[in-house]
Structure formats: structure tokens, C-alpha cells
């Protein structure tokens, strides 16, 4: 049931009158739709955007999450500073391309359980664990990985691509994040971090 809340705030009015199924494969269909940015066949990242911390700040229902999602993050962040810096990054690159904020967060925990400086076995690295050759095809062979400012704004758009070349299929495109394609392992253990840990019940 809070998964079904989530959705109906995060989904427009017809969107979710006009869905064709309540079951669990129609609500993973749901959460994708959210995504709705213009269809690119080549990944793009968007310009860095001036620091919104005043804007944040002046937006109640930001704030409200804010504060939420810094209590929930404390744990895996201890240091405030840089908890509000990640929360602030998520926020404000999952808003630029319709994605919710919650998912990116799950994503993340999910990757790296957030430690900006996680470096897997196979290279990718920071807190979406992005892999090197990402910088030749969206930005520069100079951009640190590590920054949580550059990776989580990779992360982003990675994703955002990825659901793209799959029409919407939330769980296909955590698959091909993963590079498990074909397989459902990564997309649940992302759902499950997703609905323990992030969700929210007052929208």
C-alpha cells in the first residue's frame, strides 16, 4: 500500500486513473513512467547548475524531505555536512529529469551503501559506481568520478538514458545499469532497498 501512495503522488492524475493493472508488474510499470524525458538515441549530461541550496531552502515540501532523508541517511553519513551535500545532489538532478529522488537514493544504497569513495573490482567507482569510460561519452577524461557533485549527476543520467533505450521498463533499465541484462537479481535488490528504507508515507 505505500508503494501504491508513492506512485499516486509521484504520477500524474490520468496516469494513474488510466493504468491498466494494480498488480506488482503493473506498479514496476508505474514507478517507469515517471520518467518522462525526451527520447535521445545517445546518453547526454546536463550542464552543471548553479548551487539551489537558497532555492531548496525556500521550498517547504524540499525541505520537508530534506529532513526526512538526512535522518534516514545518518547512518550510512555521518558527517551533516556532506549528508545534506548528497541529499541536495540527488534532489536536485533526479528533479531535472522526472525521476524520483527516493529511487536514485535506493539506487545508490544499493551500490555503493554510500561511501563516495567505493571502487569496485571492475573500476567503476563513488557513490552510483560509475564506470570510467562513461567520461569519454558524456563529459571529460578529466572529471573525478569520486566528486559526489560529477558522479551523482553521471548517475542521473545514466539511468535516465537506460530507461529511455527501454521504453519506460524501470526494471530492464536498473539491469543494464547493473550490466546483468536479462536478469532480475539487481532491479529487487534495488526495489528492496527502495521500499525498507526510502519511501515515504505522507505524499
Known amino acids: 500500500m505505500i508503494l501504491f501512495n508513492y506512485l499516486k ?12 493493472s494494480r498488480t506488482l508488474a503493473g506498479v514496476l510499470g508505474l514507478l517507469a513512467a515517471v520518467s518522462t524525458t525526451n527520447v535521445a538515441s545517445q546518453p547526454t549530461l ?8 537558497e532555492a531548496l531552502l525556500k521550498d517547504y515540501e524540499a525541505q520537508i524531505w530534506m529532513v526526512d532523508m538526512s535522518n534516514r541517511l545518518s547512518r550510512y553519513i555521518k558527517e551533516p555536512d556532506l549528508r545534506r551535500e548528497v ?16 529511487l536514485v537514493l535506493a539506487l545508490i544504497h544499493t551500490e555503493s551503501a554510500f561511501d563516495h569513495f567505493a571502487l569496485s ?3 567503476a567507482q563513488g557513490l552510483m559506481q560509475v564506470m570510467p569510460f562513461w567520461k569519454v561519452i558524456l ?3 578529466h572529471d573525478n568520478l569520486m566528486n559526489p557533485k560529477t558522479n551523482i549527476r ?17 526494471t530492464r533499465a536498473l539491469a543494464r545499469y547493473n550490466g546483468s541484462l536479462g536478469k532480475t537479481w539487481y532491479p529487487e535488490r ?3 532497498n527502495l521500499e525498507r528504507h526510502w519511501l515515504t508515507t505522507q505524499w
Open 9 to 20: 503522488t509521484a504520477l500524474t492524475a490520468n496516469q494513474w486513473l488510466n493504468a491498466s
Open 46 to 53: 546536463p550542464p552543471p547548475s548553479a548551487d539551489s541550496s
Open 87 to 102: 541529499l541536495e545532489l540527488v534532489y536536485r538532478e533526479s528533479s531535472r529529469v522526472d525521476l524520483p529522488p527516493e
Open 121 to 123: 573490482s571492475a573500476g
Open 139 to 141: 563529459g571529460s577524461k
Open 154 to 170: 553521471y548517475g542521473v543520467a545514466i539511468l535516465d538514458h537506460y530507461l529511455e533505450k527501454e521504453k519506460g521498463n524501470l
Open 190 to 192: 534495488v526495489y528492496t
